[in-house]
């Protein structure tokens, strides 16, 4: 138990279909971030929310879909993904004013 | 941000200490060393992280050379629920472009067995 609760644990959704992805940390902090791990592929940091503002897009394509309604939850919501987006996807939060971050057991996406 | 090199893969038996090197030659002044691994199909887990001084936890003890140019993880006696893959990061704390920005390479699999 890290602090940081991913749902839902598994997902398969078609091409044209609108699903979301849910984080939530119980850990007090500030700051939130998605991740993507691509298979063989390292982490790839996506987005970053300080404070519910993003803070960073690391031209992540449009259909994917963040939002920050509050410091302790974080949403990824998806929209027409293509199968190469399937991957796990982590969601991860931290202090604001320190670098340790905490990830959650990730959401595991399955386009087909 | 500055890289890290490590090796792809080493083993370790069962009890004996694993001990996970890592280059940072770049590293500047105020980046600090991060140790995390990722059990297969999980997400990373912290383990330790430090600036200049060597450090330990209750998981292991991160090892950083005078120079700062490279650091040792030690699991002081690994067990099989410690296979995993090991990422040594750089990266600086409070503030600048690269806040709370961990850049994750290949890292090390690391294979414990009996």
């Known amino acids: 138990e890290t602090g940081v609760t991913q749902t839902p644990r598994h997902l398969v959704m078609g091409m044209t279909n609108k699903k979301s992805l849910k984080c939530e940390q119980h850990?007090?902090?500030?700051?939130m971030y998605w991740y993507k791990q691509s298979a063989k592929k390292p982490l790839e940091l996506m987005f970053v929310?300080?404070?519910?503002?993003?803070?960073e897009n690391n031209s992540v394509p449009s259909r994917f879909s963040p939002e920050c309604p509050n410091s302790s939850h974080l949403f990824l919501h998806l929209h027409t993904l293509q199968p190469e987006d399937s991957a796990l996807y982590l969601c991860?939060?931290?202090?604001?004013?320190?670098?340790?971050?905490?990830f959650g057991e990730g959401s595991w996406l399955t386009v087909v | 941000d500055a890289k890290t090199t490590q090796p792809p893969s080493m083993d370790c038996a069962e009890g004996r200490a694993a001990n996970l090197p890592c280059n940072h030659s770049?590293?500047?002044?105020?980046?600090?060393v991060y140790w995390y691994r990722q059990i297969h199909s999980q997400g990373p887990q912290y383990i330790i992280h430090?600036?200049?001084n060597n450090e330990t936890n209750e998981m292991a003890s991160l090892i950083i050379t005078e120079d700062r140019k490279s650091s040792t993880l030690i699991l002081p006696h690994a067990t099989l629920r410690d296979t995993a893959v090991y990422y040594c990061?750089?990266?600086?704390?409070?503030?600048?472009?690269?806040?709370?920005?961990?850049?994750f390479g290949q890292g090390t699999i690391l294979t414990v067995h009996p």
């Open positions: 991860a939060s931290s202090q604001e004013e320190g670098n340790t971050i905490y």
């Open positions: 850990l007090g902090h500030n700051a």
């Open positions: 929310y300080n404070f519910k503002e993003q803070t």
């Open positions: 770049t590293i500047s002044g105020n980046e600090y």
């Open positions: 430090g600036l200049k």
């Open positions: 990061i750089v990266s600086p704390r409070r503030g600048g472009t690269s806040y709370g920005k961990l850049t």
